[in-house]
């Protein structure tokens, strides 16, 4: 205390000059007051929202007014000047110790990044008006997927659910029809007979030479897609295990040098995650070539490096009580590894592998956009041939395989957190062989995986032709002044399109997250109608990754960032309404019975006690959103949705790979200021 | 013998926690540690075994200097002496056989050990282990299933395993019920007078050192203040241990 009497001192004798300092340094006197979070944000937000001012008038002339003849500037410096004159009378207010409305600053730097965002993003709103009857067929299409035929006139024709209902009246009736069949599509979905290049089990028995096409089943392109999540969740997380002990300081500070391959391993593993599977995809196909070989292996590594994340800062929380008893029987490193450590992880590790196992098949249905294997290949044939019907079964096709997937992980890792001990009986000979069975099942499923995605490990040590230059390029990166202007341009963008997207598509979704929580719908027939029905919607549109939306919004609104935006709005919109409609639900009800009981009507109730509860929980999953919105904003180029996916698909494809450096080092330095910041944030207010 | 000299700690974030701390113990005493919270007996009964490192001092047990050991010679020791901990530190998730094996850990060869293969011996002696402490019929289950004065049965069948010649015993009973602390003190005694293990034990309560042991050592903020028998603190003695401020409370 001694010490800071002195500080105190001057704080106090300098009181009235110490505001003057942010007139020099907007938030300097609000870092001296003690507020450094408040000074340091300003101080920020200043300089980031006067860069993009006059970024974007020199580039966009955004926000252009004449002020006289020869004259222009942006009239966006009238909320900068509001922003500024705001620092200087919240100083003021500080050394006065009154409170000033931060709503002002908060209105003037929202009035700044949506007016850019607008502009650079290509905002056309009309377009999704005067554009609907192109919106509506689309949609009459996706209503409408191409899942059975019929022959018309000898030709073959897609038969519609309207026309399904008329043979199946017609066939209970009994009168005669035309045969109903499923589409060749479904059998490029699902599955079908045809030629196929020969297995290795059929060369290994000598049935078939390499590579000779011979007659049998061809896989379906969902079916691979899930053959590629589930290797590459099982190779992810066999590799991320040793590297999340590298990774964990409770565990390498034991151990000389460890602290040093600790930092290593955690930045790798920083650097890894920041880069997209897709991205990852781009750099795989230039190594070992195109397929659904190239598409396991990169979400393997971005999931090693997300697993590896997680397992480490799980082995870093473990209790630390049974590690010093394991210690003191004079057990050895490896010894306190395997008694104290790893018996104590199992249930989380297990749980986020089945996470990511989810995430994992997301990725599977998209990473054939670059990579070429899956169903993420199969959507982008049907879209660059106009086949909407045939990309609408895709699409129904990936909401079911998700759907399901989605509900078996939630349910076993509810059941493994649990973490009930068992009381052990005599296992029956029943327990017995079923166990085996699974285990042959499992071999079985592996083996079928590993046969259909072509994986082939030779081709590892086989690098394609040009894999050495680009690791050479990644080296010497280009920072030319060009180069860096339309990288900067384009990462704006981005990050606008993320921005737009969150916050549009999180206050759209809370409306619906209201009518979507069983607590407030109540118990009436029809309001149970309306919860089950938003949750669907929700679960539905969930399920499609933002990628595959593109093509819907790039016929719709056309090519470009407004595209891509609007598909990022649709999937924060379906799962901030699934997480803010389960936030409504999980409120403590107390409040809602005491303002009722003061005779408050239904909407009044929600105001005054549901608001409150549910403020701090809707921003944090909004923060969450936006750090997988800036993630996704940068693939979202790769369908069409503008932004710097697009850059990066160009600079790939023209062999620009010093470039293409350029942009993924942009990449990576973005996420990891978005994720700190995210993440001081949340410390900060939630 | 036992022979701590002059042992100080001091923590990285500048807590002295233990301040030229020199006393003796002979083979076969019960020794309670006694001191309120934070003065040091945790650290204490912690450099013995070296689970913390002692900025300086020495430690010499049967002329054997614990302070200078390293690697495989702080392993070997510590293996012949047994910890039993307040929260008992049994790995929740694993089974009371696991729990109880894992006092072997010493003594076995890591690449078995690590695959949970043991010797014949060892499987018997967990038996044998569980049986002394009444827990037999519980050796498949796992260990969470258990009451709290269950599973500090197993962490005293745990120290066991390590056949110790000396047990170190840090709060072992201020998580439990006056009734099971008398419980798990009883089963310390009779190490100490059947087994003849010397027992250093810190404990809260003086009506349990009166009881169960042979002499006591007091701490307070990292100093020696007490040594002597367990009669001889009388309320004098108390006020000087514990401050002035603190009350004898009886408990049964």
Known sequence: ?686 | MLKIENLCKTYPNGTQALNGVSFEVEEGEFLAVIGLSGSGKSTLLRCINRLIEPTSGKIIWNDLDITAATGKEIRFIRRQIGMIFQQFNLVKRSSVSTNVLSGRLGYVPTIPSLFHVFSKDDHERVKKTLDMVGLADKIDVRADSLSGGQQQRVGIARALMQEPKMILADEPVASLDPVLAHSILKYLEKLNKDYGMTVICSLHFLDLVHRYATRAIALNEGRLVFEGLPKEIDDAQFKHIYGKEAERIEII
């Not at chain 1, 009035?111 to 067929?137: C, H, M, N, P, Q």
């Not at chain 1, 009381?423 to 099942?441: A, C, D, G, M, Q």
């Not at chain 1, 539905?540 to 990022?568: D, H, K, Q, T």
């Not at chain 1, 649709?570 to 936030?583: P, Q, R």
């Open chain 1, 1 to 686: 205390m001694t010490k800071k009497q002195p500080e105190q001192q001057i704080l106090h004798d300098n009181k009235k000059i110490i505001p003057f300092l942010s007139i020099i340094i907007p938030g300097s006197s609000q870092i001296i007051f003690k507020k450094p979070w408040r000074g340091f944000s300003i101080f920020i937000f200043l300089l980031i929202s006067g860069y993009l001012v006059y970024w974007g008038f020199e580039k966009f002339e955004i926000s252009k007014v004449q002020l006289n003849e020869n004259n222009f500037i942006p009239w966006l410096i009238l909320p900068l000047f509001l922003f500024y004159a705001w620092n200087i009378f919240d100083a003021f207010q500080i050394s006065k110790n009154k409170k000033s409305p931060a709503i002002i600053a908060i209105l003037s730097v929202m009035v700044i990044l949506y007016t850019i965002g607008w502009s650079v993003t290509g905002v056309k709103l009309e377009r999704l008006v005067t554009r609907f009857t192109d919106a509506k067929s689309v949609m009459n299409k996706l209503v409408n997927p191409d899942f059975f035929s019929t022959t018309i006139n000898g030709k073959i024709e897609i038969c519609s659910w309207g026309c399904l209902w008329d043979y199946s009246v017609a066939k209970i009736n009994g009168s005669e029809t035309t045969e109903v069949f499923l589409s060749s599509n479904v059998g490029q979905i699902f599955g079908q007979k045809g030629t196929v290049t020969a297995s290795s089990w059929a060369v290994l028995f000598g049935k078939a030479t390499k590579n000779q096409r011979i007659p049998g089943f061809e896989t379906g392109k969902i079916i691979e897609t899930i053959a590629i999540g589930l290797l590459a969740t099982l190779f992810s997380t066999v590799l991320a295990v040793p590297v999340s002990f590298l990774a964990a300081h409770n565990i390498m500070k034991r151990i000389p040098g460890g602290s040093v391959v600790y930092y290593i391993v955690r930045t790798f593993l920083n650097i890894v995650r920041a880069i997209d599977t897709v991205v990852w995809g781009l750099i795989i196909i230039v190594w070992v070539g195109l397929g659904s070989f190239a598409g396991v292996i990169a979400l393997t590594i971005h999931s090693i490096a997300a697993l590896g994340k997680l397992f480490s800062e799980e082995i870093e929380h473990i209790d630390a009580g049974p590690v010093e008893a394991i210690e003191a029987t004079g057990g050895n490193f490896y010894q306190i590894i395997r008694y104290a450590v790893i018996p104590q992880v199992i249930p989380s590790f297990l749980s986020y592998t089945l996470l990511r196992w989810d995430i994992n098949m997301r990725s599977a249905t998209v990473i054939g956009f670059v990579a070429g294997g899956g169903i993420g290949f199969f959507v982008l044939e049907t879209i660059r041939m106009g086949g909407y019907q045939q990309y609408a079964a895709a699409l129904w096709a990936i909401a079911v395989v998700i759907i399901l997937v989605d509900y078996i992980s939630s349910k076993w890792r509810f059941n493994i957190l649990k973490d009930q001990p068992k009381f052990v009986e005599k296992k029956s000979t029943w327990k017995k062989v079923r166990n085996i069975i699974y285990v042959i099942l499992a071999i079985i499923v592996f083996l079928y995986c590993w046969e259909i995605t072509k994986i082939d490990l030779s081709k590892l040590f086989d690098p394609g032709p040009t894999f050495g230059r680009l690791l050479k390029d990644f080296i010497s990166i280009d920072l030319t002044g060009k180069v860096i202007d339309n990288v900067l341009r384009e990462l704006i963008i981005t990050t606008m399109q993320a921005f737009l997207a969150t916050t549009l598509g999180g206050i759209l979704a809370i409306p619906f997250s209201f009518l979507a929580a069983k607590n407030l719908t109540g118990k009436s027939k029809f309001s149970s109608w309306i919860f089950y029905l938003v949750r669907s919607l929700f679960n539905i549109l969930r399920s499609i990754e933002a990628l595959l939306y593109v093509a819907i919004f790039v016929y719709w609104v056309g090519i470009g960032p407004f595209a891509g935006m609007l598909a990022l709005a649709i999937t924060t919109f379906a799962l901030m309404g699934k997480l803010f409609s389960e936030a409504i639900e999980n409120i403590d009800s107390g409040p809602i019975e005491a303002v009722s009981a003061t005779g408050a009507n239904k909407l009044q109730a929600i105001v005054y006690s549901v608001v409150p509860q549910i403020v701090p929980p809707f921003l944090s999953y909004l923060i969450y959103q936006w750090d997988i919105n800036i993630r996704m904003a940068t693939i979202i180029g790769f369908a069409g949705g503008g932004g710097i996916g697009l850059m990066l698909s160009t600079f790939f494809g023209s062999l620009q790979y010093h470039k293409a450096g350029t942009v993924i080092v942009a990449i990576v330095i973005i996420i990891a200021v978005m994720d700190f910041s995210s993440a001081k944030i949340r410390e900060k207010f939630i």
